[in-house]
């Protein structure tokens, strides 16, 4: 059985330019082990981007810090302590948004999700731009969610963003043929 990992300290940094932060949670256990291990909100694939060639990451699919609020741990074997604060230097520095798989979760088990956008993203920004940021980085092209005759939609209503699925033929595909133009192949991406 797995042990508990022990909280050194949990981090909450406000970036200056955008007002939110990441959080941060340092497991003492792996660090007494001689390894760097820490657990953050950030979305598991947007945690590989910002760490790219840096460290491991890896899903949390545990209980002790819970999964969906910490659904990314990033695991280094030795780490000096450029590469700890260059590693953490980037997390705080990121926009966290709900979790990818929360949202597809609730899109397939209740048909919707929803999420008051201004505790993820920065005040400054529009509901426009809150709107584009989160239907860019959704995978709103999976099989799961979106086929011939189930799309999902995404809309702003008053302060919260709302994701539906939708049944019938999908607005883009109403139009001819000819007036569709190319289709976008859907696909992994191995960025």
Known sequence: MRERPRVVRAECALHPSTGKMARIIHDL????EGRYRLYTDLDFWDTRKILKGLAKVRRNFGRTPPGDQFPTQVVV?????????????RLLRAISSPPR???VQSIVLSGRFSFEWRKYYPARWSPS?????????????QPV??????????SVVGDMIVIEQRQ???????????KRGKPEPWGPSCV
Do not use: C, M
């Open 29 to 32: 256990k792996a660090w007494g």
């Open 77 to 89: 074997e030795e780490a000096s302590s450029h590469l700890r604060r260059e590693i953490e230097t």
């Open 101 to 103: 798989h929360l949202i």
């Open 129 to 141: 731009r809150a709107l584009f940021f989160t239907k860019r980085r959704l995978p709103l092209n």
């Open 145 to 154: 969610i979106s086929s011939r005759y189930k799309w999902v939609e995404v």
């Open 168 to 178: 019938g033929i999908a607005p883009q595909d109403a139009l001819p043929v000819n």
